[in-house]
Protein backbone atom coordinates (compact mmCIF):
# COMPACT_ATOMS: atom_id res chain seq x y z
CA UNK A 1 0.00 0.00 0.00
CA UNK A 2 1.30 3.77 -0.71
CA UNK A 3 2.46 6.16 1.28
CA UNK A 4 -0.48 8.50 -0.37
CA UNK A 5 -3.51 5.82 0.48
CA UNK A 6 -2.39 5.75 3.72
CA UNK A 7 -2.44 8.85 4.32
CA UNK A 8 -5.81 9.87 2.69
CA UNK A 9 -7.22 6.63 4.70
CA UNK A 10 -6.00 7.99 7.70
CA UNK A 11 -7.83 11.72 6.72
CA UNK A 12 -10.88 9.65 5.98
CA UNK A 13 -11.02 7.98 9.28
CA UNK A 14 -10.04 11.28 10.97
CA UNK A 15 -12.58 12.86 9.45
CA UNK A 16 -15.63 10.67 10.31
CA UNK A 17 -15.13 10.94 13.98
CA UNK A 18 -15.05 15.01 13.50
CA UNK A 19 -18.06 15.24 11.77
CA UNK A 20 -20.18 13.04 14.03
CA UNK A 21 -18.78 14.87 17.03
CA UNK A 22 -19.80 17.82 15.77
CA UNK A 23 -23.64 16.31 14.50
CA UNK A 24 -23.79 15.05 18.14
CA UNK A 25 -22.87 18.47 19.96
CA UNK A 26 -25.16 20.15 17.45
CA UNK A 27 -27.87 18.16 18.51
CA UNK A 28 -26.89 18.48 22.35
CA UNK A 29 -26.68 22.03 21.89
CA UNK A 30 -30.24 22.52 20.01
CA UNK A 31 -31.76 19.63 22.97
CA UNK A 32 -30.21 21.89 25.31
CA UNK A 33 -31.63 24.78 23.97
CA UNK A 34 -35.24 23.84 24.34
CA UNK A 35 -34.91 22.26 27.35
CA UNK A 36 -33.59 26.08 28.68
CA UNK A 37 -36.98 27.71 27.29
CA UNK A 38 -39.04 24.82 28.87
CA UNK A 39 -37.61 24.66 32.04
CA UNK A 40 -38.42 27.82 33.30
CA UNK A 41 -41.60 27.67 31.50
CA UNK A 42 -42.91 24.83 33.78
CA UNK A 43 -41.04 26.89 37.45
CA UNK A 44 -42.90 29.57 36.42
CA UNK A 45 -46.04 28.03 36.33
CA UNK A 46 -45.92 26.74 40.12
CA UNK A 47 -44.94 30.76 40.98
CA UNK A 48 -47.78 32.18 39.39
CA UNK A 49 -46.84 35.49 38.88
CA UNK A 50 -48.96 37.85 37.29
CA UNK A 51 -48.26 37.17 33.37
CA UNK A 52 -49.20 33.44 33.71
CA UNK A 53 -52.40 34.54 35.63
CA UNK A 54 -53.11 37.28 32.40
CA UNK A 55 -52.17 34.61 30.58
CA UNK A 56 -54.44 31.36 31.49
CA UNK A 57 -57.42 33.96 31.64
CA UNK A 58 -56.42 35.06 28.27
CA UNK A 59 -56.43 31.27 26.69
CA UNK A 60 -59.58 30.12 29.39
CA UNK A 61 -57.90 27.94 31.21
CA UNK A 62 -58.16 27.89 35.25
CA UNK A 63 -55.36 28.85 37.16
CA UNK A 64 -55.83 25.97 39.28
CA UNK A 65 -53.97 23.37 36.17
CA UNK A 66 -51.03 25.50 36.41
CA UNK A 67 -49.47 23.05 39.03
CA UNK A 68 -50.10 20.45 37.21
CA UNK A 69 -49.30 21.82 34.01
CA UNK A 70 -46.11 22.78 35.26
CA UNK A 71 -45.38 18.76 36.79
CA UNK A 72 -46.28 17.33 33.44
CA UNK A 73 -43.51 19.03 31.36
CA UNK A 74 -41.39 18.82 34.18
CA UNK A 75 -41.65 15.04 33.83
CA UNK A 76 -41.96 15.43 30.17
CA UNK A 77 -38.55 17.25 29.97
CA UNK A 78 -36.93 14.88 32.47
CA UNK A 79 -37.95 11.93 30.41
CA UNK A 80 -36.36 13.58 26.89
CA UNK A 81 -32.97 14.58 29.00
CA UNK A 82 -32.07 11.07 29.73
CA UNK A 83 -30.40 9.40 26.72
CA UNK A 84 -31.95 5.85 27.26
CA UNK A 85 -35.40 7.46 27.48
CA UNK A 86 -35.20 10.45 25.31
CA UNK A 87 -37.13 9.23 22.35
CA UNK A 88 -40.06 8.84 25.20
CA UNK A 89 -39.69 12.30 26.06
CA UNK A 90 -39.97 14.21 22.82
CA UNK A 91 -43.03 12.02 22.04
CA UNK A 92 -44.58 13.35 25.29
CA UNK A 93 -43.37 16.90 24.84
CA UNK A 94 -44.45 16.64 20.94
CA UNK A 95 -47.91 16.43 22.76
CA UNK A 96 -47.43 18.69 25.44
CA UNK A 97 -46.46 21.37 22.47
CA UNK A 98 -49.43 20.32 20.35
CA UNK A 99 -52.01 21.36 22.94
CA UNK A 100 -50.47 24.72 23.56
CA UNK A 101 -50.74 25.29 19.71
CA UNK A 102 -54.19 24.17 19.77
CA UNK A 103 -55.15 25.99 22.55
CA UNK A 104 -53.25 29.81 20.93
CA UNK A 105 -55.24 28.84 18.15
CA UNK A 106 -58.62 28.56 19.96
CA UNK A 107 -57.35 31.95 22.07
CA UNK A 108 -56.78 33.56 18.74
CA UNK A 109 -53.34 34.38 18.94
CA UNK A 110 -51.12 35.32 16.22
CA UNK A 111 -50.11 33.27 14.43
CA UNK A 112 -46.30 33.03 14.10
CA UNK A 113 -45.54 34.56 17.51
CA UNK A 114 -48.01 32.43 19.65
CA UNK A 115 -50.04 29.45 17.64
CA UNK A 116 -46.56 28.46 15.68
CA UNK A 117 -43.82 28.62 18.28
CA UNK A 118 -44.47 25.46 20.18
CA UNK A 119 -44.07 24.05 16.65
CA UNK A 120 -40.98 25.59 15.98
CA UNK A 121 -39.65 24.41 19.54
CA UNK A 122 -41.40 20.93 18.59
CA UNK A 123 -38.99 21.37 15.32
CA UNK A 124 -35.73 22.23 17.68
CA UNK A 125 -36.52 19.13 20.07
CA UNK A 126 -36.47 16.89 17.12
CA UNK A 127 -33.91 17.64 15.18
CA UNK A 128 -31.68 17.83 18.47
CA UNK A 129 -32.54 14.65 19.17
CA UNK A 130 -31.89 13.18 15.44
CA UNK A 131 -28.57 14.79 15.65
CA UNK A 132 -27.46 13.16 18.97
CA UNK A 133 -28.93 10.02 18.45
CA UNK A 134 -28.08 7.50 16.38
CA UNK A 135 -30.63 4.99 17.03
CA UNK A 136 -33.50 7.92 15.67
CA UNK A 137 -30.79 8.81 12.59
CA UNK A 138 -30.76 4.78 11.94
CA UNK A 139 -35.20 4.55 12.38
CA UNK A 140 -35.43 7.59 9.73
CA UNK A 141 -32.95 7.37 7.65
CA UNK A 142 -32.90 10.75 5.58
CA UNK A 143 -31.73 10.36 1.87
CA UNK A 144 -30.00 13.17 0.31
Given at each position: ???ASQASQIAQSA???STS???VWTGRILSGLVVLFLFPDAIIKFMKPAPVVEAFAHVGWPLSLA???GIVLLVCIAIYVFPRTSVLGAILLTGYLGGAVAT???AGDPLFSHVLFPTYLGVLL????YLRDERL???VPLRS
Open positions: MSTARPKTRNALHLRWLGLRAL
